[in-house]
């Protein structure tokens, strides 16, 4: 999980692609995959609150 | 749900004034402590409540006395805890002899109350509370010696110290209820116990970063630590012993480098591996509501 995490922290237009859902991560399972999604939404929020 | 909390804070009130052997500012020490506590609400007393009238027809009163005995139990850590850490401002840092003093005397009291009372399967809830407190207080050491160096060893530890304390107050509830242990109830508990001790951690590196200072070993720590770049070499030096720029400074490098991103991962993976397992465990629609909102 931590490899996949980074490679879309790296490449934030596939991060982006998978929220649309115009690709899939393989090797995930569909929850884990919600996970991850929501994870890169949620640190949106984080980050109005904490950092700016 | 709502009446339960006034439910169980009558009930802990009355066992309190029923140890009348007690010196009377033991007592006192004791009602001011449980006040502390009331503000933070009464969740695993609740748990414990929610799981045994999901197994029964009718609510028992007596149940409230449990409850309340669970909740003694859980401020008896939260007080070790805040004593060990040695960083909160509770009313219980000012004193922490006495403190302890009355830690020993929530635990015993706790245990007398379950033992005393008419359910039928109240020595298989005693049996319970022995084990996850065991599980729990284990778990809280490893915590100490900040010695688990992968994320596996961690989550075992969290696993140990907050889901624990979590199956401990639910599996009370329903083995009161039905005389049984349900592999399923177990499993969530743990996992919302751990998805919550994420969220504190991912809270706490992120803002007061109490954490940080203490060069304590959690989610985003591994996941920096697995990267190969300049941050996370500095990183490396800090837990080592080296001196950092700022605590400030460090938490910037973790929101940068994903790192808050995959602890945030973390804990939606437990988060919707418990939702599967309540779905597919308990009946009551009002019952899987309340643990799914907790969860949020």
Known sequence: MMKIIQFLHDNMDIAKLLHEGKVSLVGVTAQEQEAI??????????DSVYWQ | MTEWHSHIKN????????ENSLDEQLVSLMQQFIREKEQQGFAFGTLCVLHYVEYVEQLQDEIFDVAAAIELLILAFDIVDDLQDGDKDYVWMKTPALSLNVVLTMLTVASKIIGASSFTHRHEAIQIVEQYMLCSINGQHLDLLNHYRDEQAYISMIQQKSGSLVAMSCEVGVVLASGKRLQGVAQYAQAIGILQ????????VTTEGSDLRQRKYSLPIFYMLTLQNKDASMIQSYYNGDTIQSIEHLQQLLVSNGAIRYALTMKNI??????????NTLTNDENKKYLLKMMK
């Open chain 2, 270 to 279: 437990y988060s919707k591996e418990a939702q599967t397992l309540i779905e």
């Open chain 2, 11 to 18: 009930h802990l009130e009355k066992i309190v004034a029923l």
């Open chain 1, 37 to 46: 999604m929501e994870a890169f939404v949620e640190e949106v929020h984080a």
């Open chain 2, 197 to 204: 001790q994420i969220k504190n951690d991912i809270h706490n």
